[in-house]
């Protein structure tokens, strides 16, 4: 069966900081992976997506994310956050979407 | 495009009775997905659709509840004789499957709270 972790589950951290979310997964086939954003009182947006092809991908809000085959791992990374990127952000597998528990971060000015 | 829309937004009901959460995907999406969502926790998937055909269901969607998409649109989540346990948040989703990577699109959710 598939399953996702997350590493952290809340990360507090300063404007500026660079930001990294972990993110392993556990599934056999061909692997789609996703990580989803959820700002304060709104709904889910999709923040990056890999399916194929270069296996670092960038996303919106400058987001990127790496895809390590050999570490199981979809690691979600932001050089230099701001306050704007206080959000819970999940990790997500596959078609039929198997999420992590998702990493509460919390941006202090 | 308006995006995924779900309504109520906010349900609150006694143990025992039913309620149903309607869920319109975007239009030209053939495929629509429910999730359960509790706290601290990442959406569960529930069950979905492809046009109207319900092709798969969780474990987690007991035989109190159901889902229709009667004509491939817009779908109904029904939950009967409600308990405790049921209070979530209710979220849809939904995809064009014929998209080189399929990606879906959520819903803002229906929270439920069953007294």
Not at chain 1, 88 to 102: D, S, T
Not at chain 2, 56 to 81: C, M, N, V, W, Y
Not at chain 2, 83 to 99: K, N, P, R, T
Request: with cysteine.
């Amino acid at each position: 069966a598939q399953s996702v972790s997350q590493h952290n589950h809340h990360v507090i951290l300063s404007e500026a900081a660079s930001l990294e979310l972990g993110c392993n997964y556990s599934y056999g086939g061909t692997v789609n992976l996703f990580w989803y954003v959820q700002y304060p009182g709104q709904h889910l947006q999709l923040l990056l997506k890999y399916f194929s092809g270069d296996p670092l991908v960038k996303g919106i809000k400058g987001f990127e994310a790496e895809f390590i085959k050999s570490k199981f791992s979809f690691n979600l990374r932001k050089p230099s956050v701001q306050w704007s990127d206080t959000a819970e952000y999940f990790c997500a597998v596959r078609g039929k979407l198997q999420f992590g528990a998702g990493t509460q971060v919390v941006v202090t000015p | 495009d308006t995006g995924v829309s779900q309504d109520p937004r906010h349900k609150i009901t006694k143990r025992g009775q039913n309620v149903t959460f309607r869920c319109d995907p975007i239009s030209e999406h053939n495929r629509l997905y429910w999730y359960r969502q509790t706290l601290g926790q990442g959406p569960e998937f529930l069950t979905y659709f492809q046009n109207e055909a319900q092709l798969e269901k969780s474990r987690l969607l007991s035989d109190r509840f159901s889902a229709e998409r009667p004509k491939g649109s817009f779908s109904t989540l029904e939950i009967q004789r409600t308990e405790q346990g049921d209070s979530a948040m209710y979220l849809c989703a939904s995809s064009y499957s014929g998209q080189a990577g399929e990606t879906q699109y959520f819903g803002p959710g229906t929270r439920l709270l069953v007294l």
